[in-house]
C-alpha cells in the first residue's frame, strides 16, 4: 500500500503505530470507509491544503458515501479528525476522536450497520 512518505508529509508527522498495523493487516476496506492510498491519497492531501489553508490534515481514509475523510492534524498528537470535504471554511470539521482506535471502532460499526 503506497501511503504519503516522509518528503510528502509536514515536518514532524509520522504515523501512528497503530495506523501502520491496520495496514500492514490489510484491514484497509472497512466499507462505508476505505483507506486511501498511491495517487488519490496524494489528490485528496493537496486538495485539503488548497481548500483548508488555515489547517495541516493529513487523510488516511475515505467514506465512499459522502465527502468525510479520516483526518490526524500537525497540532494534535492522536486525535482523528472528520472532516467534511469542500465544506465552507470553518464548517469543515464534523467530528473529533480522541485517537485512532476510538475512530477504528466507530468505522466498523459503521460497516457493521452499512446496507
Not at 80 to 92: R, S, T, Y
Request: charged share 30%.
Amino acid at each position: 500500500m503506497e501511503l504519503l512518505n516522509e518528503n510528502e508529509l509536514p515536518v514532524g508527522f509520522l504515523y501512528p503505530k497503530e495506523f501502520i498495523k491496520i495496514v500492514d493487516l490489510n484491514l484497509v476496506d472497512i466499507t462505508p470507509w476505505i483507506v486511501m492510498e498511491g495517487n488519490y491519497l496524494k489528490s485528496r492531501f493537496e486538495g485539503l491544503k488548497k481548500r483548508y489553508p488555515e489547517r495541516v490534515l493529513v487523510p488516511f481514509a475515505r467514506r465512499l458515501d459522502n465527502d468525510d475523510l479520516a483526518c490526524w492534524s500537525e497540532n494534535t498528537k492522536d486525535a482523528v479528525f472528520i472532516i467534511h470535504d469542500f465544506a465552507a471554511q470553518g464548517w469543515e470539521q464534523k467530528q473529533k476522536y480522541s485517537d485512532f482506535w476510538e475512530w477504528f471502532r466507530k468505522a466498523v460499526d459503521d460497516m457493521i450497520s452499512h446496507d
